[in-house]
């Protein structure tokens, strides 16, 4: 099993910034991040389906949806076994709660999770992001 934890969530005014990261622990002996694990965070309103909002493979390579691109950044530290994503100029429209997700085992490009995020098998427990006007 895999277990992520969220933080950095909170309240901020248009314009402001946010750094939310995860960690990412499993019961196994010997877990970690891996080249073969991919990473990424999606956002979600009750009752309505997981956006994708940025992703990165174990390359490092990443990709965002457009309504982030340029404003925020997802990096990986697989040494600690986190992630994380700098949220720049926020806008009102950016709140929601935000999870983060992996995928293990599997080499897809970090695109097709952005499109797609019920790919990802695991996730945390959200941390919610608002912003104000």
């Known amino acids: 099993q895999v277990q992520l934890v969220e933080s950095g969530g909170g309240s901020v005014q248009a314009g402001g910034s946010l750094r939310l990261s995860c960690a990412a622990s499993g019961f196994a002996s010997g877990f970690a991040l891996r080249s073969t694990t991919s990473l990424g965070w999606f956002r979600q309103a009750p009752g309505k389906e997981r956006v994708g909002v940025a992703a990165?493979?174990?390359?490092?390579?990443?990709s965002y949806s457009d309504a982030v691109k340029g404003r925020f950044t997802i990096s990986r530290d697989d040494a600690k076994n986190t992630f994380n994503l700098e949220m720049s100029n926020l806008k009102p429209e950016d709140t929601d709660m935000y999870y983060c997700a992996a995928e293990f085992d599997i080499r897809l490009r970090p695109a097709y999770f952005v499109v797609n995020p019920s790919a990802f098998s695991y996730r945390g427990q959200g941390t919610q992001v608002t912003v104000a006007s």
């Open positions: 990165i493979d174990g390359d490092g390579r990443t």
